[in-house]
């Protein structure tokens, strides 16, 4: 692990590989961690930056008003990096989209696995789903939280627990609890959002962007990926990803690290 200073917070970050530079932006149930299964394989091609968002992980969170999409291109700035391809996952997604629509000259591509978007508003469904699946859960309980989190997301609506890896499953804990903290910290910073978002904006998205979700994920994020794929210019949809949902890179690692490969510049 190397800290870097972006914008008056020191970021932590891991670097592999030499070639075209890939930041990978993880969710927010999780940590820069989250990409284990794909830095040695793109590595063998890429120069690969793993880096905890500002307040998560190993990253500083000073009391100060910043925005995550401003800090990815200071981490750019930080590398002496003109450009790099961008793959985001759930909330790690939407701020890559959210650096492309802001700075559209410093991402040469867009991953977009299971992604977020900045300005939607999730369906009743999913309001439905976390109540029947989860339920009341005490917020400040992080442990509930993030085992009803993990829950919802990791293991997903349409499949029981006993289906998915246990040591998925404890690894994601650990990161989702971790992650609550992150957020409850960040409830007390002045973190500014893209404007106008980027949900009416996936137009502008000009770069080349692949698009993908697994099979078992809640249908807001799998309408998200059909959305932006019809929308974004160059974008190119992939197939669900099966027997994976929210976080489909640490299931099913083989075919979305075949999929980068074939896409990243």
């Not at 993880?26 to 940590?31: L, Q, R, T, V, Y």
């Amino acid at each position: 692990m190397t800290k870097i200073q972006v914008n008056g917070a020191l970021l932590a970050y891991d670097e592999a590989g030499t070639g075209s530079p890939v930041v990978l932006l993880h969710a927010g149930i999780a940590d820069r961690r989250m990409w284990r299964a794909q830095i040695a394989p793109l590595a063998t091609r890429h120069r690969v930056i793993t880096v905890d968002l500002r307040g998560y992980g190993d990253s500083e969170l000073p009391p100060t008003a910043f925005a995550h999409h401003d800090d990815v291109v200071g981490l750019l700035d930080a590398l002496g990096l003109a450009s790099a391809a961008l793959v985001g996952c759930s909330f790690g997604g939407a701020v890559a989209i959210d650096t492309a629509l802001a700075h559209p000259h410093r991402v040469s591509a867009l991953a977009l696995l299971g992604t977020a978007v900045s300005g939607h508003e999730w369906s009743e469904q999913t309001d439905e789903l976390w109540d029947d699946l989860v339920g009341e859960v005490d917020e400040e309980d992080f442990a509930a939280m993030a085992a009803g989190e993990v829950r919802f997301w990791v293991v997903g609506p349409e499949r029981e627990a006993t289906a998915v890896d246990p040591e998925l499953i404890a690894f994601a804990v650990e990161m989702d609890e971790r992650a609550l903290a992150a957020e409850l910290a960040l409830s007390a910073v002045d973190v500014a959002e893209l404007n106008p978002p980027a949900i009416g904006r996936l137009t502008e998205l000009t770069m080349p962007v692949l698009v993908a979700s697994g099979a078992l994920d809640l249908p807001d994020i799998r309408h998200l990926a059909d959305r932006i794929a019809a929308e974004a210019p160059h974008a190119v949809r992939l197939p669900d990803v099966p027997d994976a949902a929210h976080l489909f890179p640490l299931e099913r690692p083989a075919e979305i690290n075949s999929a980068l490969l074939t896409f990243l510049p």
